[in-house]
């Protein structure tokens, strides 16, 4: 393939997430067709088959879309030159920011959080363990300025992400997430930020703790 | 009805309750009929539908005994004349216990967990809320002794009885209950203990934290 090929390659692709992220976006997973994305893109469904298999590989590719939104977002605070501590609290408002993103971004609701279809763990397990690598990398670096006590960094992180990942989940459990409004938004960052600073008491040192 | 009768109500109660235990124990929800209930306790189907009109009724009867004994345990705990910041302890402990004990109680496992039926819903829930109150109270006595800051002891109740919740559905998220062994267990006991130490160093005052 020459170059321009795989750029024209790419730039269908995009397009094809983008109509396929408005659609679902705005009437959810079961009530969109591919019929519908590939006449949104002005393409033929043989064509729009070409690029994705069927629906939940293309859903599975808005998910990932979204899921680098916020890899780019770290990246870029990870290269902002703050320190450990502040990095681990931007990390969580971030993350908390992001759920809200893939909530806002279908009407899913119960089909997205409840679905157990392989390719959706998938993609969620995958963004779990790079979200792990990140905050194992803050601790590691935290530790490295003093700021934080030497410890198991990646046994750490993942109790941290799972902590926050227990919180969402509990807030589902008793909320239909169908019935989410702005308040249970705000709970749900604000207990995030309470486990973060608790987990910042737990491991920095004496002296950056005073 | 005369005090002996009632007495003898009480003794049948218990006499079914004891033996739906058992079988729910060894051969779970599904598999369990009432005409094995009835049949272990010396008692026709008819006068066992008298006690319980079905099968789930039962099935909560006996979640609510297994729920008392740690209710049981609890109190003792509470009387017994040891600080806020070892009562607190003492509870996740215990609660720990508890859910290793309910899920012992039965194979019902993935029925039991992921079952939407309101009937358990609502035992859960009043076994929640008298969590949370048990919580509040510990936090209210440490405020008393000053080993805990002033603050609300409700809304950090429910924040700690949510956290382990949290802990606990992250980890049957990733491991199916059928699949618990010994380390899995371990595991949970020690992140559920991870979080009251966290928990405990946010609200014990500076001196009782020393």
């Known amino acids: 393939m020459t170059d321009n090929k795989i750029k024209n390659e790419d730039g269908k692709l995009e397009l094809i997430i983008n109509a396929a992220q408005k659609r679902f976006a705005h009437y959810g997973l079961c009530k969109t067709t591919m019929n519908e994305i590939a006449s949104d893109v002005g ?97 590691q670096y935290g530790i490295t300025t003093k700021e934080f006590k030497r410890g198991n960094k990646h046994e750490n992180a993942e109790f941290l992400v799972h902590l926050l990942l227990g919180v969402r989940m509990v807030k589902l459990k008793y909320k239909e997430i169908n019935d989410f409004d702005e308040s249970d938004y705000e709970d749900l960052d604000k207990n995030m930020c309470k486990v973060a600073g608790m987990f910042l008491k737990e491991i920095q040192t004496e002296v950056a703790s005073r």
């Open 43 to 139: 393409m033929g469904k043989a064509s729009l088959y070409y690029y994705f298999p069927d629906k939940e590989t293309l859903f599975e590719a808005v998910i990932k879309k979204e899921q680098n939104v916020f890899f780019d977002e770290m990246d870029k605070i990870l290269n902002s030159g703050i320190d450990a501590t502040a990095l681990l609290k931007k990390y969580v408002k971030l993350r908390s920011l992001h759920f809200r993103h893939l909530l806002n971004l279908s009407k899913l609701r119960s089909d997205f959080f409840h679905n157990t279809k392989p390719v959706f763990a998938k993609a969620f397990e995958s963004f779990k363990q790079k979200e792990v690598e990140i905050v194992a990398g803050i601790i």
